[in-house]
């Protein structure tokens, strides 16, 4: 069983392009998590999403930021026009049923 | 506003020494985990705790949860150098406390910890 897979693993914007991240939770599993963590800090909670529906979204900003999981293919985390303040690894977490989020290896992004 | 706060933020310690991480949360929670990070990784779950009064140990760490007094521990016993990472606590914010419908996990600000040979 394929764990939480993440692309891609690294990713270079400059500012203003838009980033696109990508989650495939495990296999069995329709809830999952986004957290972001910035350099030399914990996670912050960002979304949690089931399939099609965002239950909380508390931790996202207001713009630019937005997350979806559609019925089919991964989960995605887009972030639009690229600030160097976004420059941060994202996490995705997924669980089966609001139990034990488990962790993929995250996404790197760099905003130039 | 749940805080979740971890002490030491930097631990040095020389190998076969016994430290205590301390993580302090600031309202109840449904469960309390313990993550490990290394270098441009990801987490790795530890141990997730319960219950008060709950103890689980692997290997050289030990972690425990005290309900009432919103304090969990991990103990490192005879520290090795591959023990070398970022532990992190996270308290889970649930339907048994937050009432709504999310599960969130709100992480502590991990304790960087250098095992020196």
């Known amino acids: 069983n394929a764990g939480v897979m993440q692309n891609p693993r690294h990713l270079v914007r400059r500012r203003g392009q838009e980033a696109r991240l990508r989650c495939s939770p495990m296999k069995g599993h329709s809830h999952v998590y986004w957290y972001r963590q910035l350099p030399e800090e914990g996670l912050k909670f960002m979304v949690y999403l089931q399939k099609e529906n965002i239950i909380d979204e508390s931790g996202m900003p207001k713009e630019r930021f937005s997350a979806e999981f559609p019925k089919e293919g991964p989960s995605i985390l887009r972030i639009q026009q690229v600030v160097r303040g976004d420059s941060a690894a994202y996490f995705c977490?997924?669980?089966?049923?609001?139990?034990?989020?488990?962790f993929g290896a995250g996404t790197r992004l760099s905003v130039l | 506003e749940l805080k979740v706060e971890q002490n030491p933020l930097f631990l040095s310690m020389q190998e076969g020494k016994n430290y205590t991480i301390y993580c302090n949360y600031s309202t109840t929670s449904d469960r309390l985990y313990w993550y490990r990070q290394d270098p441009g990784k990801s987490l790795e779950s530890l141990f997730v705790?319960?219950?008060?009064?709950a103890v689980k140990q692997e290997g050289r760490l030990m972690a425990s949860l005290d309900t009432k007094a919103r304090l969990s521990t991990l103990h490192i016993t005879a520290a090795v150098h591959d023990l070398s990472a970022t532990y992190f606590c996270?308290?889970?914010?649930?339907?048994?406390?937050?009432?709504?419908?999310?599960?969130?996990?709100?992480f502590g600000t991990g304790t960087l910890l250098a095992v020196q040979p």
């Open positions: 996270a308290v889970e914010l649930g339907r048994q406390t937050y009432g709504g419908a999310t599960n969130k996990l709100i």
């Open positions: 977490a997924s669980s089966p049923m609001r139990n034990i989020q488990y």
């Open positions: 705790l319960l219950s008060n009064g």
